[in-house]
C-alpha cells in the first residue's frame, strides 16, 4: 500500500472519530488554524516520493492527528499531520529536514515553518 492510500484512509477515519472525541476535534481544529495561517509560505510534496517505499504498515504510528512513517533518509521520520494536509521531517522532534534531507538549523521558528513544513498534494495533484 503507497504512503498516499494509507494517509488518505487515516484522514476518513479520523474525520469519523471527531464527533466522539473532545480531544481529537481540538487537535483537528488547531492543525487547521495553522494550515490556514502559514499554508500559502509551504511548498507542495508528494508523499510517496518521501515516505520509505518498503515501509511496513507496523511500522507507521498514529497518535491524534498525526503519522509518523519512516522516510527514505535513515534516521528520519516523516510526520504527516492528519488534519493539516502537512508534513515535515524530523529525527526527534527537535531538528527538522528539509525534503532533501538536509538538516535545516539555526533559524527562527518562523523561517523553520516556512522552509521545514510541505503541504501533501491531493491524489489527482501527484497524477496531473
Same mark, same amino acid.
Given at each position: 500500500?503507497?504512503?498516499?492510500?494509507?494517509?488518505?484512509?487515516?484522514?476518513?477515519?479520523?474525520?469519523?472519530?471527531?464527533?466522539?472525541?473532545?480531544? *481529537?476535534?481540538?487537535?483537528?481544529?488547531? @492543525? #487547521? $488554524?495553522?494550515?490556514?495561517?502559514?499554508?500559502?509560505?509551504?511548498? =507542495? +510534496?508528494?508523499?510517496?516520493?518521501?515516505?520509505?517505499?518498503?515501509?511496513? *504498515?507496523?511500522?507507521?504510528?498514529?497518535? @491524534? #492527528? $498525526?503519522?509518523?512513517?519512516?522516510?527514505?533518509?535513515?534516521?528520519? =521520520? +516523516?510526520?504527516?499531520?492528519?488534519?493539516?494536509?502537512?508534513?515535515?521531517?524530523?529525527?526527534?522532534?527537535?531538528?527538522?529536514?528539509?525534503?532533501?534531507?538536509?538538516?535545516?538549523?539555526?533559524?527562527?521558528?518562523?523561517?523553520?515553518?516556512?522552509?521545514?513544513?510541505?503541504?501533501?498534494?491531493?491524489?489527482?495533484?501527484?497524477?496531473?
Amino acid at each position: 500500500m503507497a504512503a498516499k492510500e494509507y494517509y488518505s484512509e487515516n484522514v476518513q477515519a479520523r474525520l469519523a472519530e471527531l464527533a466522539s472525541s473532545a480531544y *481529537l476535534k481540538h487537535a483537528w481544529e488547531a @492543525a #487547521r $488554524k495553522e494550515k490556514e495561517r502559514y499554508s500559502g509560505q509551504w511548498a =507542495t +510534496v508528494n508523499i510517496n516520493r518521501i515516505v520509505d517505499p518498503n515501509f511496513d *504498515l507496523s511500522s507507521v504510528r498514529i497518535n @491524534a #492527528r $498525526k503519522m509518523f512513517f519512516p522516510s527514505i533518509y535513515p534516521g528520519i =521520520t +516523516v510526520v504527516a499531520d492528519i488534519a493539516g494536509g502537512y508534513l515535515c521531517l524530523t529525527d526527534d522532534g527537535k531538528h527538522f529536514y528539509s525534503i532533501e534531507g538536509k538538516l535545516i538549523n539555526e533559524v527562527s521558528k518562523k523561517k523553520l515553518r516556512r522552509l521545514a513544513h510541505y503541504r501533501i498534494l491531493k491524489k489527482e495533484e501527484m497524477e496531473a
